[in-house]
């Protein structure tokens, strides 16, 4: 009965992990066009592709969990060309391994059976 097993787990933890991370690109977002980087197209669009996918997984749309974690794999792919550029010793690798063990983290939660979020039925 994987139905009844699957109703049994706690949905908190998903529900974290997208807010985090819709939090987190919502921010990314402001400082793209704060920064002056708005002219980056392909993390501007991946970070508004993130939004919808997470608003997508948290109303429990069953297709959108295999999006976001597209998305969120196109996000690692995203840090670890950047990170292919730094020096030896660079400041900015610690928090580079940081977003990519979250983003990762967060990919296998929604891959997990507790990224099946169920829709409500209506009443």
């Known amino acids: 009965m994987p139905d009844a097993q ?5 949905k908190w933890p998903l529900w974290l992990a997208l807010s985090l991370v819709f939090v987190f690109e ?3 977002i402001v400082m793209l066009f704060a920064e ?8 501007l ?4 592709s993130l939004l ?4 997508l997984v ?7 969990r295999w999006i976001l974690i597209a998305l969120l794999v196109w996000r690692v ?3 670890g060309i950047a990170v292919a550029s730094y ?3 660079d400041h900015r690798l610690g928090g580079s391994l940081v977003l990519v063990t979250f983003y990762v983290v967060v990919g296998l939660l929604v891959a997990s059976p507790l990224g099946r979020l169920r829709m409500r039925a209506a009443t």
């Open 87 to 89: 020096g030896p010793g």
């Open 77 to 79: 792919a995203e840090i």
């Open 58 to 64: 948290w109303r429990g749309v069953p297709w959108s």
């Open 45 to 48: 669009a991946n970070s508004m």
């Open 26 to 28: 919502a921010f990314l």
């Open 6 to 10: 699957e109703r049994r787990l706690p």
């Open 36 to 43: 002056g980087y708005a002219g980056n197209v392909a993390m």
């Open 52 to 55: 919808v996918a997470c608003v």
